[in-house]
């Protein structure tokens, strides 16, 4: 079965690469995957697998082997894309100015599409179900994957186990990471208001001088951090807009600030949001001005099932080597794969894609990101391996 597998993924790769240049070149946000979502039915329809739309642009598709009660597994992607303009030039540049495949979505697509035409081909080789989980809305709250749970994606039939893999730059193509327990951060999103009467910037006592205090808020914000958290607890705060005035000699009105907070501790996660919104009130009061702050719940920490884990690293070393198969490092960043491996045993694992000879080194989110597309062989073939071994 292993060498069917790797046969069939190194057949299909040119066809796969093609499949990923299309998607590349037509990203959408999150959310308005309407195109990605009829291109996938599509494929799903070309070779006879069943699928339902669920979340508005959500596909799900099911594969039958032999015993298909035997085991249920549940293969994830995600669909979006970020709002970035490319700077690639590239054939299959996208399209879609000022929206980029930036996280490399398009490639976790293309891997499952192409893991369920590995399977399909295969169905009378393998036991149990695969259920196929293409999925919006990754990059955006409330997250695309508690939409799909809400709308049954985790029943009818229920996965025992969910796999899911994620581009990175920063491994080689050919390579893979796994590891267990706590793997990736929560991710809430700080949203606040700082609003006073604004005036003459060269008369500042005949009003609160809301720029000045915004900037002792963000610093102040830093203490949660730095002297209430326990320093081996990861966590991180970062302030990353404030926006207000358009003049030189006015004092605005009203500043807005954004920020995120990731923790890998629920219960120290929310007491900081406590001490987020007291901080914030009392201190914007004191000096003069009022506020309004607001604190989006959103992703919980990812936690990747030891055991699952530990499995899927070891089959993993049998399709690529033990040298190629190492173990992903901790990491502040968040994903809402989290939303699964909180209801069912999950395994978040890692796709090298970089190739530093060939200058692919720039990271997810920048609008010089790609991959080298010997990755594309790779992932799809360790996604349809995993899933009939696990």
Same mark, same amino acid.
């Given at each position: 079965?292993?060498?069917?597998?790797?046969?069939?993924?190194?057949?299909?790769?040119?066809?796969?690469?093609?499949?990923?240049?299309?998607?590349?070149?037509?990203?959408?946000?999150?959310?308005?995957?309407?195109?990605?979502?009829?291109?996938?039915?599509?494929?799903?329809?070309?070779?006879?697998?069943?699928?339902?739309?669920?979340?508005?642009?959500?596909?799900?598709?099911?594969?039958?082997?032999?015993?298909?009660?035997?085991?249920?597994?549940?293969?994830?992607?995600?669909?979006?894309?970020?709002? !970035?303009?490319?700077?690639?030039?590239?054939?299959?540049?996208?399209?879609?100015?000022?929206?980029?495949?930036?996280?490399?979505?398009?490639?976790?697509?293309?891997?499952?599409?192409?893991?369920?035409?590995?399977?399909?081909?295969?169905?009378?080789?393998?036991?149990?179900?695969?259920?196929?989980?293409?999925?919006?809305?990754?990059?955006?709250?409330?997250?695309?994957?508690?939409?799909?749970?809400? @709308?049954?994606?985790?029943?009818?039939?229920?996965? @025992?186990?969910?796999?899911?893999?994620?581009?990175?730059?920063?491994?080689?193509?050919?390579?893979?990471?796994?590891?267990?327990?706590?793997?990736?951060?929560?991710?809430?999103?700080?949203?606040?208001?700082?609003?006073?009467?604004?005036?003459?910037?060269?008369?500042?006592?005949?009003? /609160?001088?809301? !720029?000045?205090?915004?900037?002792?808020?963000?610093?102040?914000?830093?203490?949660?951090?730095?002297?209430?958290?326990?320093?081996?607890?990861?966590?991180?705060?970062?302030?990353?807009?404030?926006?207000?005035?358009?003049?030189?000699?006015?004092?605005?009105?009203?500043?807005?600030?954004?920020?995120?907070?990731?923790?890998?501790?629920?219960?120290?996660?929310?007491? /900081?949001?406590?001490?987020?919104?007291?901080?914030?009130? @009392?201190?914007?009061?004191?000096?003069?001005?009022?506020?309004?702050?607001?604190?989006?719940?959103?992703?919980?920490?990812?936690?990747?099932?030891?055991?699952?884990?530990?499995?899927?690293?070891?089959?993993?070393?049998?399709?690529?080597?033990?040298?190629?198969?190492?173990?992903?490092?901790?990491?502040?960043?968040? @994903?809402?794969?989290?939303?699964?491996?909180?209801?069912?045993?999950?395994?978040?694992?890692?796709?090298?894609?970089?190739?530093?000879?060939?200058?692919?080194?720039?990271?997810?989110?920048?609008?010089?990101?790609?991959?080298?597309?010997?990755?594309?062989?790779?992932?799809?073939?360790?996604?349809?391996?995993?899933?009939?071994?696990?």
């Amino acid at each position: 079965m292993l060498n069917t597998i790797k046969n069939l993924a190194r057949t299909y790769t040119n066809e796969f690469i093609e499949v990923r240049h299309h998607l590349h070149a037509n990203p959408e946000l999150s959310y308005e995957e309407y195109n990605t979502s009829k291109f996938i039915q599509s494929k799903l329809s070309e070779w006879n697998i069943p699928f339902e739309v669920k979340a508005t642009t959500g596909v799900v598709g099911l594969i039958k082997g032999k015993n298909p009660d035997k085991k249920i597994v549940a293969l994830r992607a995600d669909m979006d894309a970020l709002p !970035i303009v490319e700077e690639n030039e590239v054939a299959y540049k996208s399209t879609n100015h000022g929206v980029m495949h930036a996280c490399g979505h398009d490639v976790h697509t293309t891997c499952l599409l192409g893991a369920a035409k590995i399977l399909n081909e295969t169905k009378d080789d393998w036991e149990g179900t695969v259920k196929l989980i293409f999925q919006p809305g990754e990059e955006k709250n409330p997250g695309g994957a508690s939409l799909l749970i809400k @709308e049954g994606v985790l029943e009818n039939p229920a996965p @025992e186990k969910i796999l899911a893999l994620h581009v990175h730059p920063g491994m080689e193509a050919g390579q893979f990471s796994f590891r267990g327990g706590m793997v990736m951060a929560s991710a809430d999103e700080i949203y606040i208001t700082i609003k006073c009467k604004g005036g003459h910037a060269a008369a500042p006592q005949f009003t /609160a001088d809301s !720029i000045l205090i915004a900037s002792h808020l963000v610093i102040s914000l830093q203490q949660i951090i730095s002297r209430n958290n326990n320093p081996f607890n990861p966590s991180v705060l970062s302030i990353t807009a404030m926006n207000g005035g358009n003049t030189t000699n006015v004092i605005p009105s009203e500043v807005k600030l954004m920020g995120t907070f990731r923790a890998m501790n629920e219960e120290w996660r929310f007491k /900081a949001h406590e001490m987020i919104i007291k901080q914030t009130k @009392e201190l914007v009061t004191a000096m003069g001005a009022e506020v309004d702050v607001r604190i989006d719940v959103g992703y919980p920490f990812v936690f990747n099932n030891e055991a699952l884990s530990a499995e899927a690293r070891a089959i993993a070393e049998q399709y690529a080597g033990t040298d190629n198969v190492s173990e992903t490092e901790l990491r502040m960043g968040a @994903e809402d794969f989290a939303y699964y491996s909180h209801k069912i045993p999950g395994c978040f694992f890692r796709l090298g894609a970089g190739n530093k000879a060939k200058g692919i080194t720039s990271n997810v989110h920048t609008p010089t990101f790609n991959i080298d597309e010997a990755a594309i062989e790779h992932g799809m073939g360790m996604m349809a391996w995993l899933a009939v071994k696990v």
